[in-house]
């Protein structure tokens, strides 16, 4: 008996720093109040790190309340998403956010920007750095191009405070998103990949996920035209692009022409609503904040269809299409 003892130990710790991660996931999902074997055993750290507070109670009061408490997320500003997110954006763990084309992922890596503008200016008023790493496929990176300093700038980040990391291949890139979660002191890290790769699966969700969760650290998967598909993000969106709203001049009127704030089309696919949730807003990197947007306000140009300006014809040839020509029957061959 005495030879099982060790392991059986070790067992106990493993079940309850599980237990411990998995009901401080960040989804806001309340689980039953129990005690694991290894808090029977005397190998619980949560009563020793709060000063012997009791944590069950305070799980069971929150739970009570039905929500989540304002430390554990950070509001959007925009209700319907705020609601569908219970409260908020979670300060930790592993979100989704992907486009269904590869054009569409600048409005991606827009709203992905701004979400870590968020998490940076939260951490500079508790007066730290807080930098960001963005963490870049070789093959997404190609598709979609490099990050553009004065870009990144006029969205609100600080470049003195944003790191940019191009791995040779996902095994790496996930390599350095682990370890980049090992450290608190980063705002935000965000992954950035192509498709739907092999090498990405549950598994390795499952350890992003868990990683975030006990360094406090949110993380975003960016996903250029990927699928729907099983993982461990609590969070999953849907960004498409949408047209900007007119520009309000500082008297009030609008401002006719140019572009106004980058405007997007969220879908909130996984959450924990019963029902995908799609909202309009846009972002102000002067306020550095997302705004609820109507798209029905948003007038759209006269030939939203087919914007592109018709070309003159080369010279000596004549101008449009030319002519399919005569359709002739022939007989089968066979």
Not at 22 to 37: A, H, K, L, N, Q
Request: with cysteine.
């Amino acid at each position: 008996m005495a030879e099982n003892a060790v392991p059986r130990e070790t067992v106990l710790a493993l079940r309850d720093a599980i237990a411990r991660l998995e009901r401080d996931r960040p989804s806001g999902s309340c689980r039953p109040t129990f005690e694991t074997e290894g808090e029977r055993a005397g190998f619980s750290a949560s009563a020793r790190s709060l000063g012997g507070q009791d944590v069950a109670g305070q799980r069971a009061k929150q739970c009570r309340a039905g929500e989540r408490g304002q430390d554990d997320v950070l509001p959007l500003g925009v209700p319907d998403l705020d609601h569908a997110m219970s409260g908020g954006l979670p300060l930790k763990g592993l979100s989704e956010i992907r486009v269904a084309e590869t054009r569409d992922a600048g409005a991606a890596t827009g709203f992905t920007l701004g979400l870590a503008a968020l998490y940076q200016t939260r951490r500079k008023a508790l007066g730290e750095l807080g930098p960001i790493l963005w963490i870049s496929e070789t093959m997404a990176g190609k598709e979609a191009g490099e990050p553009y300093g004065v870009g990144l700038s006029l969205l609100g980040i600080d470049l003195r405070a944003a790191l940019f990391s191009r791995p040779r291949n996902l095994q790496q890139a996930l390599w350095i998103a682990e370890a980049a979660l090992g450290f608190s002191v980063f705002s935000a890290v965000i992954l950035e990949i192509r498709g739907n790769p092999a090498r990405l699966g549950l598994p390795e969700s499952r350890r992003l996920q868990l990683r975030s969760v006990a360094s406090g650290v949110p993380i975003f998967l960016l996903r250029q035209a990927g699928e729907e598909e099983a993982s461990s993000a609590h969070l999953r969106l849907l960004v498409r692009p949408a047209p900007a709203a007119p520009f309000m001049l500082p008297d009030g009127t609008m401002l006719s022409t140019g572009i106004g704030h980058p405007a997007f089309h969220v879908v909130a696919e996984k959450t924990r609503a019963f029902s995908p949730v799609d909202a309009y807003l846009e972002w102000s990197s002067h306020a550095r904040r997302f705004y609820p947007l109507d798209p029905v306000a948003v007038p759209l140009p006269a030939n939203a269809a087919d914007s592109v300006p018709v070309l003159s014809a080369s010279v000596g040839r004549p101008g449009g299409t030319p002519a399919v020509g005569r359709v002739v029957a022939f007989k089968r061959a066979s």
